[in-house]
């Protein structure tokens, strides 16, 4: 329920630096009186619906047996009548004044009533452990302290807010940030599907967004399966897919995701399961993922899968090529080939379409088509030289079943045809051995006829007519 009565005051709007007295204001509430002889917990829950609720404001006084009710939803007398409120009657309805300020409204609240009305507002934030991080836009920038200090105040758990700038390390995939509000403490520790990881927010690579991928992959692998994770960070795909039993090498270029990888390994117990590296991304494929591959496929007992994934968004498509004749020297019979997962960013159509072209100026990297455990059917499956790159989109998913469907009915029909025609062959077959082998029909012998007695038929008829 709205009511202008119990917004922040029009005089904040426009405002840079936070006074939290500049949001106090009066105003106007119902409340309902319950006489002495009712049971107040009953009266409550009748009117539950109707209470005033803020932020850090109690509607229900039990030891002035007051409830204090949404001036939106209760106007008068009228409004309570089919609730039907036994002992009660217009008499136990009053008004009165109340004090509402700063902390009786939640930051987006606040927000609404301070930025500017005709531009976008703070649509939303990441929160990593005790950090805010937040990518504003230019037209907020005049704000940000405001927002930081108000987000610091009304996120319980925040200690530190953040704002994400222009300047980008490209190499280590770490962006630099300034402080907004609180302590300059980016050593965080955050808890990701039952796995704990611990790291310097400010020296390495976490996207928060990215929890249902790496669940969705640790879901995807047994434990007799293989992961390399070429750009491992901290560890939110590895150690996942470690905790399952599987046997893991995880690299990563930057120094700190190194060592944050290690002590998360420790920190979750499977160090002995995991191998960590610390190298280039292209190096790694074309030495420690190579060496791998080929020993894994000396081995007659393998069972499982080798997953590999490339979580570096802004070149794991271009690095894919470091795959192409990766196994070129090898005299091994390749028979495990690895499923790659691939992650990169696409903003609008016309980028899809172009990373769609480098996949599949790719195709050749794959000698057969793999098939995801997930999916019921994959497109892949049906042609040849497919590099397979797993994909989270349901849309994806769907066209690659319709299209499967719409296949199989097309191999359904084109076997019924062919049994049809297998028949019908079969039939004349039948048909013309019968007519050959048909034995060729005997004449009737000829009956002996005797000459009619002409002397008898004369005397026979003579006796009749006598």
């Known amino acids: 329920m709205d009511c202008p009565d119990l917004r ?12 939290r007295e500049a949001f106090n204001k009066q105003a106007k509430v119902p409340y309902l009186k319950v006489p002495g002889e009712l049971n107040f917990n009953t009266v409550c829950m009748a009117v539950k619906k109707l209470l005033l609720k803020m932020e850090r404001y109690k509607p229900v006084r039990t030891e002035e047996a007051k409830i204090i009710l949404h001036p939106a939803g209760v106007k008068s007398w009228d409004d309570l009548k089919e609730l039907k409120l036994d002992g009660l009657d217009s008499d136990c309805l009053g008004w009165e004044e109340i004090q509402i300020g700063f902390d009786n409204w939640r930051y987006d609240e606040i927000f609404r009533a301070v930025l ?4 976008e507002g703070l649509s939303a934030f990441s929160k990593v452990g005790h950090v805010i991080h937040l990518n504003l836009k230019d037209h907020l ?3 940000k302290a405001l927002i930081g200090e108000v987000i610091k105040d009304k996120i319980a758990t925040c200690r530190t807010v953040v704002n ?14 300034e402080l907004l509000a609180g302590e300059e403490d980016y050593q965080v520790s955050v808890k990701e599907n039952g796995t704990v990881y611990e790291f310097d927010f400010s020296k390495v690579y976490w996207n928060p967004r990215l929890s249902t991928e790496h669940e969705k992959v640790a879901k995807m692998l047994r434990k007799e399966d293989i992961l390399l994770d070429i750009y491992a960070g901290v560890g939110p795909f590895s150690i996942p897919v470690a905790k399952k039993g599987c046997s893991v090498l995880a690299n990563d270029l930057n120094p700190e995701s190194y060592k944050a990888l290690v002590h998360n390994c420790k920190k979750n117990k499977v160090e002995g399961r995991v191998k960590c590296f610390n190298r280039n991304g292209i190096d790694f494929i074309r030495e420690e993922v190579k060496t791998f591959i080929v020993e894994i496929n000396k081995k007659d007992d393998f069972k499982g899968t080798i997953n590999i994934t490339m979580n570096l ?4 498509v271009e690095h894919l090529e470091h795959f192409v004749g ?7 019979t390749i028979v495990h080939f690895p499923l790659v997962h691939v992650y990169c960013f696409a903003k609008g159509v016309e ?5 769609a072209r480098q996949m599949t100026r790719l195709r050749k990297m794959a000698k057969r088509s793999t098939k995801n455990r997930q999916q019921v059917k994959q497109v892949a499956k049906k042609a040849k030289n497919v590099f397979a ?10 066209k690659a079943k319709e299209v499967s469907t719409k296949l199989k009915k097309i191999n359904v029909n084109a076997k019924r045809e062919k049994a049809d025609k297998n028949f019908q062959d079969l039939h004349a077959q039948i048909v013309s051995k019968k007519q050959n082998n048909k034995p060729t029909p005997k004449p009737l012998p000829a009956k002996n006829k005797s000459q009619p007695n002409t002397k008898q038929m004369e005397a026979d008829l003579d006796k009749m007519q006598m």
């Open 351 to 355: 980028d899809k379409k172009d990373i």
């Open 389 to 398: 790159v797993t994909q989270g989109k349901k849309n994806n998913t769907k």
């Open 164 to 177: 994400k700038l222009d300047t980008i390390d490209n190499t280590y995939r770490n962006f630099a940030m």
């Open 313 to 316: 968004p802004a070149l794991a």
């Open 8 to 19: 922040p005051p029009a005089a904040v709007r426009g405002m840079t630096v936070l006074e």
């Open 116 to 119: 500017p009305e005709d531009k």
């Open 141 to 143: 920038l005049p704000y």
């Open 326 to 332: 990766l196994l070129s020297d090898e005299t091994v």
